[in-house]
């Protein structure tokens, strides 16, 4: 079973910078499109950036121009830098990454299979 591993939330003041790390373990797989998602209560989960195989990414208009997303595609990991932090940042970020597993040589019937991290807490403080 794969699993996504989230690090890097916390605490930080509005203008100041976090750093987001996740990376995918658990067998023998293959991974497409990885990136962000931010949940805020009484809000459903929405896009804060994405990354392709090949590099394309895509953000949220609000992440636009704060954060940068890249990945290292032979360690499985996605990484979100997120700067000038606005007290909107504030929520629940959770990894997400499409994950074709492969066991025994043959691969999932289900093809990438949308596999989401536990969450981290980012609370940005005015």
């Known amino acids: 079973q794969v699993q996504l591993v989230e690090s890097g939330g916390g605490l930080a003041q509005t203008g100041g910078s976090l750093r987001l790390s996740c990376v995918a373990s658990?067998?023998?797989?293959?991974?497409?499109?990885m990136g962000w998602y931010r949940q805020t209560p009484g809000k459903q989960r929405e896009l804060v950036a994405r990354?392709?195989?090949?590099?394309?990414?895509k953000y949220s208009e609000s992440a636009k121009g704060r954060f940068t997303v890249s990945r290292d595609i032979a360690k499985h990991t996605v990484n979100l830098q997120m700067n000038s932090l606005q007290s909107d940042d504030t929520g629940v970020y959770y990894c997400?990454?499409?994950?074709?597993?492969?066991?025994?040589?043959?691969?999932?019937?289900?093809?990438?299979?949308?596999?989401w991290g536990q969450g981290t807490l980012v609370t940005v403080s005015p």
């Open positions: 990354i392709t195989v090949g590099g394309r990414t």
């Open positions: 997400f990454a499409e994950i074709l597993l492969v066991v025994g040589g043959i691969s999932d019937a289900r093809g990438y299979v949308d596999t």
């Open positions: 658990g067998g023998t797989f293959s991974v497409n499109d």
